[in-house]
């Protein structure tokens, strides 16, 4: 058990209530916020404390963590007046594990600085799956001495645990993630689209395919779900719409023209404009008339 043991947690979603739950499992006092009460009554009945804002969850605190859903709710729990950074006693770790911007990320380091807090951006890679079994992988912008401070409670939410760099650098190989996973994700369902247009049996291909050069997680994870016929939401597709859209601004800040994470965040977007972005990325292989 770390010497950290108050933590304030804003954002019970699908990974949120997975990495609260961990955090009581493993002794931590946990209080919650979450936008909609409801998604966080089952920590709450399980001994999470409940607060009435972000602001409030983070009064005490050692550790202040969140997952919340867009750069825009990062920047609102954090910086908003009342919000985290105002709240949080000095010397507080402020974590955010949303996949986010790393310009907001930045923002936010600097504003817990001048307040003598610390803030890492330490976003996930694993999936609803991940957050589930603690096998998350961590990818840490900041400061190393905070790094250190922080890494038992990551452990007890994850396996894979970097520290990438300066404030921001989490974020950046969370977008590099997400760069890849694009092109993994759209080859696995267009794979699939090829040999259903094409007369062949979806089963027999994904058998002699997918543990060969094509096979990926998107592949036997994602893709398989959807076979599987299991749509119920891992990653949402408005979420790796907004990952994508990050990755594209940035990359076009960097000067780096990437033409297919373009290509794939035009599509996703379409899917999003359909009504579809609830949906979790599995609903690819719909959209590419896989599955009915
Ligand atoms: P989610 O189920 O939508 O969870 C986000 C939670 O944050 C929601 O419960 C939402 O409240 C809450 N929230 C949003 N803005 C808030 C605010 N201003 N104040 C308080 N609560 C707020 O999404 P998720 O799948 O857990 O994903 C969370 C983040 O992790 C996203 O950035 C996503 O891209 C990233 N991520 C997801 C996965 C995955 O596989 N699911 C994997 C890696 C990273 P409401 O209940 O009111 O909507």
Redesign the pocket.
Known sequence: MSELKKIGF???????SAMVGHLLDAGFEVSV????KS?AQPLIERGARWCES?GDCAKGQDVVIT????PK?VE??YLAEGGIVDSAQSGAYLVDM???SPVVAEKIYAAAKAKNLHAVDA???G??TGAKNATLTILVGGDEADFNALKPVFEVLGKNIVHEGGAGAGQKTKACNQIAIAGALAGACEAFAYAKASGLDIEKVYAAISTGAAGSVQMTGVARRGLDGDFKP???LK?LG??LAIGNETATAYGQALPVLALVLHEIRKMENAGLGSEGTQALLKYYGVID
Do not use: E, L, W
């Open positions: 804003v954002g019970t979603g699908i990974m949120g916020y979450n936008r909609t998604k972000a997952i919340v859903g867009y709710d609102q729990v949303t996949t986010s976003p996930v890679t999936g609803d891992g990653f949402m979420h907004k990952d």
